[in-house]
């Protein structure tokens, strides 16, 4: 439903949707059944358009949008293919940017110039960031980072990596954690880092790396925040990272039912459409009711996130709602398309693939659970 939006928000989803449609659909169709990467074609018109540049200010040649916005694209993105509609992330982080970094960074950004990817956990710290173990010690005028680094996505075709290391040793939990911009060439790793790609079920369009950094130099410039805070670098915009979240989940949600609903009208059985029995429509009027509420939940807490509110306990349910709803809707929509759905020759079973995940990335949906429920009944200690 779009009466809730301003006639500019509509524009902006109606831009999107035509992006995604004529152009994002076509080549996610075919190149996520053969693992391909999205082509650097598709990244160059979402620049053009000003996708990378929704959240960033108008001074560093942004749009200077709010969390709706962005949303509203991120929906119509991934209702195309997911992996577009994560790839126009900004830096996590980027209010705690020096003016000097802003000035360098912030531009290039909003260009689609400089693509990032986010190196935090490790194969012994996921949901648990303050277990991180990777080290990065003094030399100068430099950082050297040592450890291993695991789901790195795009890890190749970025332009550089955030990286959270461990500055202070003998600091406990997430103290002495500190966040670090390492540039690099695109297309290949950064200097004094070796790694291979995970062998994912699904978010095809980029891979996924499993890194070792081995004396990886970093300048001390590059140091985003203040020494020993970079798990609070790491943890702000959690709200609008999981509204993200969100919104993916809802466009491949809507994928999902726009699909099963042209299937049903069109696969004939025992001499009727899909479309005629009653099982089906009522499928198809609960996956529908379903996404709705997700995206009216979604579009409470962005502009609960707009006008500067606190919102991580309605950010946490918007988050856990529709990738709950995601799969759900997905699995149902590929339960009408029957034999067909299990293949990769409909889109379908993408939505399905990428719907898993979105229960897990930006925390998983036990890590929405406890949130809420600490706000319901407190902090637990177990």
Known sequence: MSAVLTE????IQQTARDFAMREVLPAANALDPERKDIPLSLIQRAAELGFFGLLIPEEYGGLGLGCLEYCLVTEELSRAWMSMGSIIR??????????????????????????GAFAFSEPNAGSDLSNIQCRARREGDEWVITGNKYWCTFADGADYILVLARTDPSAQRHRGISAFIVDKPRGSLPPGVSGAPIPKIGYFGWKTWELAFDGCRVPAANMVGEEGKGFYVATSGLEVARAHTAARAIGLARGALEDATAYARERVQFGHSLSEFQAIRFKLARMATEIEAARQLLYFVCRLIDTGERCDKEAAMAKLQATEMAERVTSEALQIHG???YTTLHAVERYWRDARLTKIFEGTSEIQMRIISDHLLGRNRA
């Open 339 to 341: 034999g067909a759905g």
């Open 8 to 11: 500019e928000q509509k524009l």
């Open 90 to 115: 900004p830096m996590i982080g980027m209010q705690a940017l020096s003016p000097e970094q802003r000035q360098r960074y912030l531009p290039r950004m909003a260009r689609g110039e400089a693509l």
